[in-house]
């Protein structure tokens, strides 16, 4: 793409037009508020490309990790949990450990997402601790069924290809009404999830909740909805590093744009699990 196709006649850079709320991850959000722009050492598809392998990568850290350190967290009472149709032995050790690793990955997200200096360092820690929850979905739930995590890895990177050359080829347009389709979906999501959460705090409503939410198919239904929504958040975000591009950002918010883009593609992949072990566990109870 020609880095000077958005300059005005008078060699100015144009500026391209801001999301609206929810038009993309609070990282791309960020960056589409820069008004930097330079003529050297700018934003590249290469830089953002090669910084979002590295979060990636990362990933796979925090995965080999669990695996290095989960029969030392495999300490105290045991007990088995039901995980969507799984049976899962659990030990106090390994249970506050997956606990930490959540409570950090908050962390590390709201410090990557709002403190962009820190992006490089907490950005990478964020994708160690999603690293460690993907291993322990699927070497720990998923036990003699790892396959399935390959399966979703699959999955993933073939929405994220299909994404991508919709986005390029121009089928899928980030227009005024593709943000409002991605706001529409993602508002009722949340307005759901917030209904089913009082709901289930008050006694007259809970057994009522609790039905529907433990009901298969809207599990289905639900999981499926937030996948199509990832993978709209992942054309907006496209969209997003195609400005930083042309807009001739300054390198360092290569980090920004990579760590938004890997937030989506790990967020696409957990969803996909999700869904997976969703279906694998109804065979599991019904055999």
């Not at 403190?115 to 990478?124: D, E, L, Q, S």
């Not at 209904?195 to 809970?206: D, E, M, N």
């Not at 992942?234 to 950002?249: E, K, M, P």
Request: with cysteine; charged share 15%.
């Amino acid at each position: 793409m020609n880095r000077l196709s958005n300059r005005n006649p008078d060699g100015t850079v144009a500026k391209q037009k801001k999301t609206t709320f929810l038009g993309s991850n609070p990282v791309m959000r960020r960056l589409e508020k820069v008004d930097e722009h330079v003529d050297e050492n700018c934003v590249t598809y290469k830089g953002i490309t090669l910084k979002t392998t590295f979060f990636l990568l990362m990933t796979v850290v925090g995965i080999i990790l669990q695996l290095l350190l989960s029969k030392q967290f495999a300490t105290g009472q045991s007990f088995m949990i039901d995980y969507k149709g799984f049976e899962v032995e659990m030990f106090t050790g390994e249970t506050i450990a997956l606990a930490v690793s959540v409570v950090l990955a908050i962390v590390f997200q709201l410090l990557a997402f709002f403190v962009k200096a820190t992006t490089p360092v907490t950005g990478a820690l964020y994708c160690v601790t999603q690293g460690y929850f993907i291993s322990f979905l699927v070497f720990k739930v998923l036990h003699g069924k790892e396959y399935i995590g390959a399966l979703a890895l699959a999955l993933t990177l073939i929405i994220v290809l299909v994404m991508s050359i919709l986005y390029t080829t121009g089928v899928i347009k980030v227009t005024k009404k593709f943000r409002m389709v991605m706001l529409t979906l993602f508002a009722s999501v949340i307005g759901i999830s917030l209904i089913t959460l009082v709901g289930s705090f008050i006694p007259a409503t809970r057994g009522i909740v609790s039905s529907i939410m433990g009901n298969f198919w809207v599990s289905i239904a639900v999981t499926i909805v937030y996948i199509i929504i990832a993978a709209l958040f992942l054309v907006s975000d496209f969209a997003v590093i195609q400005g930083a591009v042309d807009n001739q950002l300054p390198k360092k918010y290569e980090w920004q744009a990579a760590f938004g883009l890997a937030f989506t593609v790990l967020w696409i992949y957990l969803k996909v699990l999700q869904l997976l072990i969703t279906i694998l566990g109804r065979g599991n109870s019904r055999s």
